[in-house]
T-cell receptor
């Protein structure tokens, strides 16, 4: 069975600090996809990144970066120089290869960035 | 691109009543999903449509829940004889996926319908 664990329930940082959100996953499939979504107070989840299981290259997008390590089944997300607008709930999610994209989400990490 | 819209945003009902939610996906999207999110948890998959065909239903979806997407455009989710345990945020998402091959495309979510059962 698939499972995603986000052990950090809530993180508080001061603006401009770097912060890493952890994600550990379990799956028996060799082909799978990992995602991060952001849920601001307005409620809609916003897609941040998708990674397939064959691509372990780390990715950087502006202040965001992702570290995918199959050896530890982890897909961690780092925000560099955090800003107040980064305050949200962040979800890591997993889907197995298929014709639809049924996601299994972690419980989420609440990030609070204080000015 | 108007995004995924859901109606209503909030619904308060008494236990035992029926409720219906509507989701309008992004117009060209062929796939539509319903998820349920309770406080402090991540969304849980409920069901999924490709065009008008309901291709998968979660075991979470009891017989009191039914979803339709009659013309492959908007979708409705109905809950009959609501229970207090049905209180949650119901999220709709849509995506554009290839018909004949496996894809794991990104989903576009609506803002959800918050259901409170008293």
């Amino acid at each position: 069975a698939q499972k995603v664990t986000q052990a950090q329930t809530e993180i508080s940082v001061v603006e401009k600090e770097d912060v890493t959100l952890d994600c550990v996953y379990e799956t028996r499939d060799t082909t799978y996809y990992l995602f991060w979504y952001k849920q601001p107070p307005s409620g809609e989840l916003v897609f941040l990144i998708r990674r397939n299981s064959f691509d372990e290259q780390n990715e950087i997008s502006g202040r965001y970066s992702w570290n995918f390590q199959k050896s530890t089944s982890s897909f961690n997300f780092t925000i560099t120089a955090s800003q107040v607008v980064d305050s949200a709930v962040y979800f890591c999610a997993l889907s197995e290869r298929g014709y639809g994209n049924k996601l299994v989400f972690g419980a989420g990490t609440i990030l609070r960035v204080k000015s | 691109d108007t995004g995924v819209s859901q109606d209503p945003r909030h619904k308060i009902t008494k236990r035992g009543q029926n409720v219906t939610f509507r989701c309008d996906p992004i117009s060209e999207h062929n796939r539509l999903y319903w998820y349920r999110q309770t406080l402090g948890q991540g969304p849980e998959f409920l069901t999924y449509f490709q065009n008008e065909a309901q291709l998968e239903k979660s075991r979470l979806l009891s017989d009191r829940f039914s979803a339709e997407r009659p013309k492959g455009s908007f979708s409705t989710l109905e809950i009959q004889r609501t229970e207090q345990g049905d209180s949650a945020m119901y999220l709709c998402a849509s995506s554009l996926g290839a018909v004949s091959q496996a894809t794991n495309e990104k989903l576009f979510f609506g803002s959800g319908t918050q259901l409170s059962v008293l």
